[in-house]
């Protein structure tokens, strides 16, 4: 076997290797041996077919399976050879356009074939202690305290039916509604709804035509979707809305009371309750300026060195980004195929994003190795135990799910990166 290796770029080297043609003859004739084995035709005995029959048998899979045997037989080997250490997923087949598998082998001629192999990109660390980073200070106006409270009033407010007037801005007025287009063929099914009046995002004609109307009375209106409506099926559509009201709801929303701060919170007062609510997001703005001040630190330390980002990597992180925003759009009932996304300007800007995760990713590596950092039992256990609380789940559950999944090591990883971002963080000069 003769192997050549060429540098791509820094993290990425091109293996070529070629087997002798010898030693494709044997693996032709071992797997011919190994197909004849048991092979079974009427008149033949197992394991005596004629050599000619398995070979007219097998026809265009022989060569394609010499040529997968080889690779399988070399490519490691090789790669142990020239000392490469390649990432998870980081070796690739060097194919041309259009090809998925590796080439088919040729009776009394060597094989060749290359692969591309995705190692770390090597580099020094820059000065990653006693930097000097700026933190912001945390401020609370009191009118994020009075807009907490009146959230939280929000929360335990009710809704009820209302039989003495007729609906109005703040409503929930509850349809049987169909729609039909004028001139064109789009047609709405008739169903239930809850139709929020004056709610941000409402078409201004729901909020006007289902004013005033009370539970019992039937309604009938046409409006026109504006150009800009995001799904493309009623952009610019005349459509004529029918149907009959249900019901009108309305919100009542419990005053700020000494006994609401004993409900939500058990303290005594609207006074404590205030207090309580004060420290809260105190809290919370502590934890955001020290975040704010870790992106700095990281940002420092990664703008001291230059290396590349493995394409592998960028690949695979750009693939979950992406993946995540599908998620993300599909739980907030967008329609992906319907939407207008520019796709191309998204990736684009996604793999910027992965591109700076990666790097972040390697340079955290490269000093939790350093200082020896690692995790304790403890710490696993901690995280799973955190996210079988948000899932609804036994920790036992959650943690079989990764190990199936094969995510409980890049748990871990994560876990250590951010261990040690705050073991960085620790030796920082802040001010």
């Not at 007729?166 to 063929?185: K, R, W």
């Not at 910027?352 to 995760?357: D, Q, R, S």
Request: net charge negative; hydrophobic share 40%; glycine share 8%.
């Amino acid at each position: 076997m003769n192997t050549e290796v060429t540098k791509e770029s820094p993290t990425r080297k091109r293996l070529s290797i070629e087997v002798p043609a010898s030693e494709v003859q044997s693996v032709f004739d071992a797997t011919l041996h190994a197909a004849r084995k048991d092979a079974v035709r009427p008149g033949f005995r197992k394991g005596k077919v004629p050599m000619g029959l398995v070979r007219a048998e097998l026809g265009d899979k022989l060569p394609a399976q010499v040529g997968e045997t080889l690779v399988e037989h070399h490519l490691w080997k090789a790669i142990q050879d020239e000392s490469l250490e390649p990432l998870p997923k980081g070796v690739f087949m060097d194919l041309e356009d259009g090809e998925k598998d590796a080439p088919p082998a040729v009776e009394g001629e060597p094989y060749a074939f290359a692969v591309f192999v995705d190692i770390m990109p090597e580099f020094d660390l820059p000065e990653y202690t006693g930097l000097k980073i700026a933190r912001p200070k945390a401020e609370l106006a009191d009118d994020e305290v009075q807009k907490e409270l009146d959230g939280i009033r929000e929360s335990m407010g009710h809704v009820h039916d209302v039989d003495d007037r007729a609906s109005q801005p703040g409503d929930f007025v509850e349809v049987d509604i169909e729609g039909e287009g004028l001139g064109s063929e789009l047609k709405l099914e008739k169903k239930a709804q809850r139709i929020h009046l004056g709610a941000e995002g409402n078409l201004p004609e729901f909020d006007s035509e289902l004013s005033g109307v009370r539970a019992g009375e039937e309604f009938s209106f046409e409006m026109t979707y504006p150009e800009d409506f995001p799904n493309a099926d009623f952009k610019g559509q005349r459509v004529r809305f029918s149907g009959a009201v249900l019901g009108v709801k309305e919100r009542h929303v419990p005053e700020l009371s000494d006994e609401l701060a004993e409900t939500v919170a058990g303290v005594a007062n609207v006074a404590e309750l205030r207090d309580k609510v004060r420290e809260a997001l105190m809290a919370r703005k502590e934890v955001e300026c020290t975040g704010v001040a870790k992106r700095r630190l990281l940002d420092k330390i990664i703008d001291g060195v230059s290396y590349e980002a493995p394409v592998s990597l960028v690949e695979e992180e750009l693939r979950e980004r992406l993946e995540s925003i599908g998620r993300n759009m599909a739980m907030s009932g967008v329609d992906m195929d319907k939407a207008e996304i520019d796709w191309d300007k998204v990736i684009a800007e996604e793999r910027v994003a992965a591109e700076k995760g990666v790097r972040e990713q390697i340079l955290l590596d490269r000093i939790a190795a350093e200082e020896k950092l690692d995790l304790a039992p403890s710490e696993v256990d901690g995280a799973i135990e955190s996210m079988a609380r948000e899932a609804g789940k036994s920790p036992a559950e959650v943690r079989q799910e990764l190990k199936k999944t094969g995510s409980i090591n890049s748990l871990k990883s994560q876990l250590l990166r951010r261990k040690c971002l705050d073991w960085v963080y620790e030796k920082t000069d802040i001010c």
